[in-house]
């Protein structure tokens, strides 16, 4: 039992790491957010799709009443990653993604009311001292600049990723991860169409490389890595446990982009990666 835990440990650390890539790839492609999206989706749609017909994995959806959650938490999904590309232009990889993880705290409190569970104050404890340690690791700024913008569009990119995580906790025991992610890709491609005929695409072919590999090491391999390690972690220890994202994220940044971080990074970071210390140990299965 303690082997199996330290393996879904690792799975879920392991997709937090590919997922954090999204800071400094957002950061650096140089079109449109929904635009940025769509090309995300509709790649990841593909290499998900050949990977589950190469694993022999089923991509029939047995429950009808499974089609209305997939489809609400899709748009969920397409409107996280609009606002926190969004987040990462109008400011910088550290308050983009710093902002954005401030959704365990709101999935802490919205799970009971999801999933019909007893609230559990530790996860709301834990939540806060990410809170404190996001808000330590937080750059200074200026209240009239657009890093205020930045951090709003990164909360509501929070709000939108908590639902949608919760409404796919209800339904990840009956259906493989990559199935999940391909139909969440399926749809928000389908959705953003119409981006295509309003919206500047003339950066496609000198962006496509880091386009694919957002769409492949991102969203194919790591939103389906995550799905998986929602089969066992509740959402809030999930979301906690991930909240080392930000921590990968400034390091990439750092390595990539040349932002250096500031001292209150170590300290903020420091608080939030004992809460996925405690987190690890306190929601191992015995």
């Given at each position: ?38 090309f995300r989706s509709s790649f990841a749609m593909v290499f998900l799709y050949f990977f589950c017909r190469y694993k022999k994995v089923s991509l029939k959806v047995i429950h009808k009443k499974t089609h209305l959650p997939l489809i609400i938490s899709s748009l969920f999904m397409a409107g996280h990653w609009i606002t926190y590309f969004y987040a990462l232009k109008l400011s910088n990889v550290a308050i983009g993604m710093l902002s954005l993880f401030t959704f365990p705290v709101i999935t802490a409190l919205l799970e009971p009311a999801f999933m019909k569970t007893k609230f ?167």
């Amino acid at each position: 039992m303690e082997k199996k835990h330290l393996q879904h440990l690792s799975g879920l650390i392991l997709a937090t790491l590919f997922i954090s890539t999204s800071g400094v790839l957002g950061k650096y492609i140089a079109m449109p957010s929904e635009v940025i999206v769509w090309f995300r989706s509709s790649f990841a749609m593909v290499f998900l799709y050949f990977f589950c017909r190469y694993k022999k994995v089923s991509l029939k959806v047995i429950h009808k009443k499974t089609h209305l959650p997939l489809i609400i938490s899709s748009l969920f999904m397409a409107g996280h990653w609009i606002t926190y590309f969004y987040a990462l232009k109008l400011s910088n990889v550290a308050i983009g993604m710093l902002s954005l993880f401030t959704f365990p705290v709101i999935t802490a409190l919205l799970e009971p009311a999801f999933m019909k569970t007893k609230f559990n104050p530790i996860h709301l404890v834990l939540g806060i001292i990410v809170l404190i340690g996001i808000y330590i690791l937080a750059p200074e700024f200026n209240l009239e600049s657009s890093d205020v913008k930045g951090i709003l569009f990164g909360l509501l990119s929070a709000l939108c990723y908590s639902i949608r995580v919760l409404i796919l906790k209800q339904h990840v025991h009956n259906y493989h991860g990559s199935m999940l992610m391909f139909y969440q890709t399926l749809v928000i491609t389908i959705a953003l169409v119409p981006v295509l005929f309003f919206m500047d695409l003339s950066g496609f072919q000198s962006q496509f490389p880091y386009l694919l590999l957002l769409a492949l090491l991102t969203t194919a391999i790591g939103h389906s890595l995550m799905v998986h390690a929602l089969k066992f972690f509740s959402a809030s220890a999930a979301t906690i446990i991930s909240s080392i994202q930000p921590i990968f994220g400034i390091i990439l940044a750092f390595i990539f982009l040349n932002e250096i971080p500031h001292t209150n990074t170590y300290i903020g970071g420091a608080l939030i990666l004992s809460t996925v210390i405690i987190e690890s140990v306190r929601s191992k299965k015995k």
